[in-house]
Nanobody
Framework: QLQLAESGGGLEQPGGSLRLACKATGGTLENYSVGWFHQVPGRGREGISCIAAANHRKFYVDSVRGRFTISRNPAENSVELQMDSLKPDDTGIYFC?????????????????WGQGTQVTVSS
């Protein structure tokens, strides 16, 4: 059974950077499409970026494109999200999720495995 654990969250000032990691145990994460999701109080989890298993294609929503970079780290069996030029609106809990089906995408419903989330706060 694949298990995911996020790390790297914290408090950062606007314009700063954070690097989140989604580390897997119980399976090889390269075989899965992986998505990152952002959640704020009162709202559902919104997909912001994903990386496909088959061809490693990367996808970003408009609000993070050019600021966030998703990548795989096979040596750590993880997927990372480099977050640059952080904004207060980036504040929230970040979850990673994995699926064996297709390229993943932004719909939380297609993912079978989830981490527990990591808090990111962007504030001066």
């Amino acid at each position: 059974q694949l298990q995911l654990a996020e790390s790297g969250g914290g408090l950062e000032q606007p314009g700063g950077s954070l690097r989140l990691a989604c580390k897997a145990t119980g399976g090889t994460l390269e075989n899965y499409s992986v998505g990152w999701f952002h959640q704020v109080p009162g709202r559902g989890r919104e997909g912001i970026s994903c990386i496909a298993a088959a061809n490693h294609r990367k996808f970003y929503v408009d609000s993070v494109r050019g600021r966030f970079t998703i990548s795989r780290n096979p040596a750590e069996n993880s997927v990372e999200l480099q977050m640059d030029s952080l904004k207060p609106d980036d504040t929230g809990i970040y979850f990673c999720a994995a699926t064996l089906l297709g390229t993943g995408g932004y719909d939380p419903g297609v993912y079978d495995y989830w981490g527990q989330g990591t808090q990111v706060t962007v504030s001066s």
